[in-house]
């Protein structure tokens, strides 16, 4: 069974950087796309960064030039670089796998990142 550990969050100033990272187990053959979402009291999780295992990245256009997600497809970890965070980037960030040619579709518990000063 696929499983995703999230780990890397906390409190930082407005300004400041964390990085995030997600540890993926139970994949022989590595995953197609892996992701990064995020959800704020009161809001919907909403899709942060997305990779593929070709290298390829999408964001949204909220964090486009702030964050950055990258991934070792060997160890099937991926992470995601946070840089001149806001306020508005306090959230839930959860990491995530869609379904795939062997696997179900998969969530990470998430881990909290907070923006304040």
């Known amino acids: 069974q696929v499983q995703l550990v999230e780990s890397g969050g906390g409190l930082v100033e407005p300004g400041g950087s964390l990085r995030l990272s997600c540890a993926a187990s139970?994949?022989?053959?590595?995953?197609?796309?892996m992701d990064w979402y995020r959800q704020a009291p009161g809001k919907k999780r909403d899709l942060v960064a997305t990779?593929?295992?070709?290298?390829?990245?999408n964001y949204a256009d909220s964090v486009k030039g702030r964050f950055t997600i990258s991934r070792d497809i060997v160890k099937n970890t991926v992470h995601l670089a946070m840089n001149n965070l806001t306020p508005e980037d306090t959230a839930v960030y959860y990491c995530?796998?869609?379904?795939?040619?062997?696997?179900?579709?998969?969530w990470g518990q998430g881990t909290q990142v907070t923006v304040s000063s």
């Open positions: 995530h796998v869609p379904l795939g040619s062997w696997y179900p579709e998969t």
């Open positions: 139970g994949s022989a053959f590595g995953f197609e796309i």
């Open positions: 990779i593929n295992s070709d290298g390829r990245t």
